[in-house]
């Protein structure tokens, strides 16, 4: 192997081995989220919960651990494994409040905590929500092609 | 068996879904605001043309949990509120439906930020 072909082999080495290992956490790690909502549904339901109310009980408490671990810090340090495993479930959209809350209070209760929670995850609420406002145009003018 | 596919369904759908973003953020640059932008539309997309609700049926969490179930809540909303309160339901049946996820990271993320202290920048 010569200097050059050794050298093209290092770089697809080193481009390749971090986005296959990213993307394996990724896996394991978002995966084991999904899972676990899974379990915590089944307990609730254990509890005597009702099975719509346990759902919304689910994304609330993933919400509420999502944020304790963002206050602890360990939040960081399981997205920096996990990336986008962390990032795709609700506890990344958790995460993008509490982070920027927590991090910017400095700044005051009402410009730095109060107005920066929603910098990372507000575009996330406008273009849901119209696109939501889209959706219904459609199904409101169109409702029976549009059942979802 | 089929206790072990309850829990196999969503982990192996959930992780499928975070490894298409982790390909989008490790190939692409897209920040993950984009991402998660991208998630929540596309679920509601999904959801508006009736092939997110199917996937739920098959990998309940896999597919409730990620940001794409996210926009099926405000999909849902907005239909559930247009079937009863008709056009009205446009405008506020996408808040409606997603307004557990919002009220609770709005609750929690204030009281967590009254209590912890952010990383000095």
């Known amino acids: ?148 | 068996m089929e206790i072990l596919w309850k829990y196999a369904a969503p982990f192996i759908f959930g992780g499928f879904l975070c490894v298409i973003a982790q390909i989008f953020i490790d190939k692409t640059r897209l920040t993950p605001a984009r991402i998660l932008v991208s998630y929540v539309v596309t679920g509601v997309f999904l959801s508006a043309i009736g092939v997110f609700e199917p996937l739920i049926d098959i990998f309940g969490f896999g597919a409730k949990t990620p940001l794409l179930g996210f926009g099926y809540i405000l999909a849902k909303g907005t239909r559930e509120a247009i079937d009863n309160y008709g056009a009205m339901g446009i405008v506020t049946g996408g808040i409606g439906g997603a307004a557990f996820g919002i009220g609770a990271a709005i609750i929690f993320g204030y009281v967590f930020a009254l209590l912890f202290k952010g990383k000095s920048k």
Do not use: H
Not at chain 1, 77 to 85: E, L, R, S, T, W
Not at chain 1, 92 to 114: C, M, Q, R, Y
């Open chain 1, 1 to 148: 192997m010569n200097k050059e072909n050794y050298k093209k082999y290092v770089s697809m080495r080193a481009e390749k081995s971090p986005v296959f290992k990213n993307c394996l956490f990724a896996f394991l790690i978002g995966g084991a989220i999904c899972s676990f909502s899974q379990l915590l549904c089944d307990l609730y339901v254990l509890l005597g919960i009702p099975n719509d109310a346990a759902s919304i009980l689910v994304s609330v408490t993933l919400i509420f651990i999502a944020g304790l671990l963002t206050g602890i810090g360990t939040f960081d340090k399981i997205a920096k494994v996990g990336g986008a495993g962390t990032l795709v479930p609700i506890t990344g959209f958790a995460n993008a409040v509490v982070s920027p809350a927590i991090d910017n209070k400095a700044e005051g209760f009402v410009l730095g905590l109060g107005s920066k929670m929603f910098i990372i995850a507000g575009p996330v609420l406008v273009y849901g929500t119209v696109a939501s406002a889209i959706y219904g145009v459609f199904y409101y003018f169109w409702g029976g092609a549009f059942s979802l």
